[in-house]
T-cell receptor
Framework: KAGVTQTPRYLIKTRGQQVTLSCSPI?????VSWYQQTPGQGLQFLFE???????NKGNFPGRFSGRQFSNSRSEMNVSTLELGDSALYLC???????????FGSGTQLSVL | AQKITQTQPGMFVQEKEAVTLDCTYD???????LFWYKQPSSGEMIFLIY??????QNATEGRYSLNFQKARKSANLVISASQLGDSAMYFC???????????FGTGTSLTVIP
């Protein structure tokens, strides 16, 4: 069974631009969560989608948004990028009833 | 509010020795799950072990065991017979059952010395 796939692996953007990150969950998993990891703040929850609906949302500004498609693939969008958005963005999937999260390798976003 | 505390920023252990990574948590939820993840330099978070708050016995997964002390709100990870490949960041996490949201500690960097 393929794992959680995140694309792209690395991304370089400039301030003010927008970016879209993609996540394909493990087959059969209906819940997709996104986390931001920075050296200063650690791992912080962004949001979770289940069956195309946002089920939980963390404490991030509205510039961070996401969506989930009918095949459970998810995208995360960040508009008007700021230097502080530089981070590793991790996607994780689960069946929705399983206990553990399965993570992808992440997208390393650098904002210049 | 939920909070996970890992007080050891960095740890060193000799190869083949055992090591304990500390984790304490704070929650008022009656039911929750506790997890440990390993993050090597490649970035991927790898699940190691899970403990439910109502589980009577401590969880074990191969060389990993979780020392769960509910009254003290601690969930320490014990790695037996350390290997060089165990060198990585280790994160303690808690999942609330009221929502599929995980709270992570700040991590402990483990270095295994040959």
């Amino acid at each position: 069974k393929a794992g959680v796939t995140q694309t792209p692996r690395y991304l370089i953007k400039t301030r003010g631009q927008q970016v879209t990150l993609s996540c394909s969950p493990i087959s059969g998993h209906r819940s997709v969560s996104w986390y931001q990891q920075t050296p200063g703040q650690g791992l912080q929850f962004l949001f979770e989608y289940f069956s195309e609906t946002q089920r939980n949302k963390g404490n991030f500004p509205g510039r961070f948004s996401g969506r989930q498609f009918s095949n459970s693939r998810s995208e995360m969008n960040v508009s008007t990028l700021e230097l502080g958005d530089s981070a590793l963005y991790l996607c994780a999937s689960t069946t929705g009833t399983d206990e553990k999260l399965f993570f992808g390798s992440g997208t390393q976003l650098s904002v210049l | 509010a939920q909070k996970i505390t890992q007080t050891q920023p960095g740890m060193f252990v000799q190869e083949k020795e055992a090591v304990t990574l500390d984790c304490t948590y704070d929650t008022s939820d009656p039911s929750y799950g506790l997890f440990w993840y390993k993050q090597p330099s490649s970035g991927e978070m790898i699940f190691l072990i899970y403990q439910g708050s109502y589980d009577q016995q401590n969880a074990t997964e191969g060389r990993y065991s979780l020392n769960f002390q509910k009254a003290r709100k601690s969930a320490n990870l014990v790695i037996s017979a350390s290997q060089l490949g165990d060198s990585a960041m280790y994160f303690c996490a808690m999942r609330r059952y009221t929502g599929n949201q995980f709270y992570f500690g700040t991590g402990t960097s483990l270095t295994v010395i040959p």
